[in-house]
């Protein structure tokens, strides 16, 4: 004589045994037995999740608006233009001018990084070609593309846009 209930026809060796549901309890076996989750007196709003400590949400990044007006168009164009009358003076004296506005400081610092660029490869370059005659053209080559590159980005800020010019050109000395 075996102890316990007596067995229940249920599923044969190659059949899957019933999945349990999460209300009901472990080892049951009649579905008369189910237990409902516990009830919570009335309705309640879902409250949202808590935030972790030590995490904090970031700030949304900052917006990069464009030009205000005219005015900020015609010295972010002097950065670049510029260099075509006086260098890399042109550009410093945009950098280092009142303007303020995050528009004409970025066109003035890569047009400032611009005109360093073309000063230091014109040095280097004619002190190397005191010892060798053909390295004359690096420099030659090198501002022949920097001022394609100056028409190519002052054509950008005269549309409010800016265009990152090739590090080669414009070495990024200043932000």
Same mark, same amino acid.
């Given at each position: 004589?075996?102890y316990g209930p007596p067995?229940?026809?249920?599923?044969?060796?190659?059949?899957?045994p %019933?999945?349990?549901?999460?209300?009901?309890?472990? &080892?049951?076996?009649?579905p008369q *037995?189910?237990?409902?989750?516990?009830?919570?007196?009335g309705?309640q709003q *879902?409250?949202p999740?808590?935030?972790q400590p030590g995490w904090?949400?970031?700030p949304?990044p900052?917006?990069d608006?464009?030009?205000a007006?005219? &005015?900020?168009?015609?010295?972010? @164009?002097?950065?670049? /233009?510029?260099?075509?009358v /006086?260098g890399? @003076?042109? %550009?410093?004296i945009v950098?280092f001018?009142?303007i303020?506005? %995050?528009?004409?400081r970025? &066109?003035?610092?890569?047009?400032?990084?611009?005109?360093?660029?073309g000063?230091v490869?014109? /040095?280097v370059? @004619?002190?190397?070609?005191?010892f060798?005659?053909i390295?004359?053209w /690096?420099p030659?080559?090198?501002?022949?593309a920097?001022?394609v590159?100056?028409v190519y980005a002052?054509?950008?800020a005269n549309k409010?846009?800016?265009?990152?010019?090739?590090?080669?050109?414009?070495w990024p000395? @200043?932000?």
């Open positions: 004589m075996a067995p229940q026809p249920g599923p044969g060796p190659w059949q899957q %019933p999945q349990q549901q999460q209300w009901q309890q472990p &080892h049951q076996q009649a *037995q189910w237990q409902q989750p516990p009830q919570q007196q309705w *879902q409250q999740p808590q935030q904090q949400p970031q949304p900052p917006v608006q464009g030009p007006d005219a &005015h900020e168009l015609n010295w972010a @164009l002097m950065a670049y /233009i510029g260099q075509f /006086i890399a @003076l042109a %550009p410093a950098y001018g009142r303020r506005s %995050p528009f004409v970025r &066109h003035a610092a890569q047009g400032l990084n611009m005109g360093v660029a000063a490869v014109w /040095i370059g @004619l002190l190397l070609s005191q060798v005659g390295l004359v /690096i030659v080559v090198f501002t022949a920097l001022f590159f100056l002052g054509r950008a409010g846009e800016f265009r990152r010019v090739p590090a080669v050109l414009a000395l @200043l932000k």
